[in-house]
């Protein structure tokens, strides 16, 4: 296939399947240049590995790719971006908004992207409806290039078909909801997320509870578990997926009527209380958020339901680290959306944490939660894969160009190892649960015991049309 010649987009396409069972195609046709714009040729060395009778072999091959080397613009790249900034939503996103201003900031200090400066543009992230109308002006009047954020999982299955429909190259930091890519945007092209599915979450919260109060003994196999949650998506699928991998765990488990409360709607929780405390559980699941937690847990001292009840969190330590206070009693699951705390992995063996965990405390006088740093690693991510793309096509890449780099990547960050899987753009990392207690170095509740869960015992393999088919498939008795 010597001297055979590919388009730029079928040559990057190719490429971004990682090199392995590549197979070169031919171009039809010319191409129309536009001002500014040659015709290069490159020259690339390809290996694919054929399946033969008796093993695999790997076959070399260097072809000529032609394609059109485009100039860096001279522009910034215009980076659009929201987050809760207000109410009780902004303890978890104001720390993923200063994540990705400070991957921003230590890309513009190095030069930015090939050269290009990065504005970022932030706005509101609120109810369904305003986030939406804010996402279109951000894309129709300030013709943003790329988009990062969103906490709820309530948004981003309203704003992802928006990003594919406008064709708007999208990593969402956050709102987890299986949903997104189940149902919203079934086939993504443009829209990538790299927090951990929310399914994962509920996962990694029952397997954490279960190794430390059921099998510990701390609590008896046949533990009443209640539950208080918010009423949306994020609520009843945590409630739905957690109690169900608690039955698959520990079928002698009885499940309560759980409560549901509307998001930011309440602040004196003292009516939920006293109903959880009627129906005296061993066990509390809840998934309330940011100020929903703090407020929820500080009445919950007063009322003496950590007393009565072991709580298991799918939150409790989502948001920034220090909201929650040393009042918060020790011993119990406090959850990370299975994602990131940040003494873990530990400094001494993973510097590199440690040099963003105090780079982060620098810049904002408080350390990062999971928000900060997957918003802070998204930010990194994209940076690699446009130059990364830039360095296969000869030019500067477009969005088509860059999207096959990313649905092929890997990043090593300050969580460890993750990545986009190709088949649904979702980003996995190993789960990350823990029990909450006291650390005199720092002035709030830590994690005194972290527990760190390989990704694939708490989430569903590519092979499984949903999450809830995969924990269907789970045998009773099932250990992550």
């Excluded at 978890?92 to 990705?100: I, K």
């Excluded at 290009?116 to 290039?145: M, Q």
């Excluded at 998204?378 to 940076?383: Q, V």
């Amino acid at each position: 296939m010597s001297g055979e010649k590919q388009s730029r987009r079928s040559f990057i396409t190719a490429v971004g399947a990682g090199v392995v069972g590549l197979a070169v195609g031919l171009a039809a046709g010319s191409q129309v240049l536009s001002a500014g714009e040659k015709v290069v040729e490159k020259t690339v060395t390809l290996e694919r590995t054929v399946t033969q009778q008796g093993g695999a072999a790997t076959v070399t091959r260097t072809v000529t790719a032609g394609g059109t080397a485009r100039p860096t613009p001279t522009t910034p790249i215009k980076v659009g971006a929201q987050y809760l900034f207000k109410g009780g939503g902004a303890v978890l996103g104001l720390p993923g908004a200063y994540g990705l201003r400070q991957a921003i900031k230590e890309i513009n200090d190095a030069g930015g992207v090939l050269g290009r400066r990065v504005e970022l543009l932030e706005r509101d992230e609120g109810a369904t409806d305003a986030t939406v109308t804010e996402f279109r002006k951000l894309v129709l009047e300030d013709k943003i290039d790329y988009y990062f954020g969103l906490i709820s999982s309530g948004n981003t299955p309203a704003v992802g078909p928006e990003a594919e429909q406008n064709r708007v190259l999208t990593i969402f930091t956050d709102g987890c909801t299986d949903l997104l890519f189940e149902q919203a945007v079934p086939n993504p092209k443009y829209v990538f997320r790299i927090t951990n599915i929310q399914s994962s979450d509920a996962f990694t919260a029952a397997a954490g509870g279960v190794k430390v109060l059921f099998d510990t003994g701390v609590v008896p196999k046949d533990a009443k578990v209640a539950g208080i949650h918010p009423d949306y998506a994020y609520g009843r699928l945590i409630h739905d997926f957690g109690t169900t991998m608690l039955k698959k765990m520990v079928p002698e488990v009885q499940i309560l009527d759980p409560q549901f409360v509307q998001l930011f709607g309440v602040t004196d929780f003292s009516a939920q209380i006293t109903a959880i405390l009627a129906q005296k559980p061993d066990v509390l699941l809840t998934s309330l958020w940011g100020g929903d937690y703090i407020n929820f847990y500080k009445q919950s001292i007063g009322y003496g339901l950590f007393k009565q009840a072991k709580f298991i969190t799918t939150l409790g330590f989502g948001g920034s680290p220090q909201t929650v206070g040393k009042d918060h009693p020790p011993g119990h699951i406090m959850g990370v959306h299975a994602n990131y705390w940040f003494t873990h992995p530990d400094w001494t063996t993973w510097p590199l944490n440690k040099t963003f965990s105090e780079k982060f405390y620098q810049l904002w006088n408080e350390w990062p939660s999971f928000e900060g740093e997957g918003a802070y690693v998204s930010g990194l991510m994209w940076k690699s894969a446009i130059e990364k793309a830039a360095g296969l096509v000869g030019g500067y890449p477009d969005h088509t160009e860059v999207i096959p780099i990313l649905e092929h990547m890997g990043y090593y960050g300050p969580a460890g190892y993750v990545w986009f899987r190709k088949q649904n753009h979702q980003g996995y990392k190993n789960a990350v649960t823990g029990v909450g207690g006291e650390d005199p170095t720092y002035p709030f509740a830590t994690m005194t015991q972290v527990i760190s869960i390989p990704i694939e015992k708490v989430s569903a393999s590519a092979e499984y049309p949903t999450s809830k088919a995969w924990l269907e498939s789970l045998p009773i008795g099932y250990r992550a």
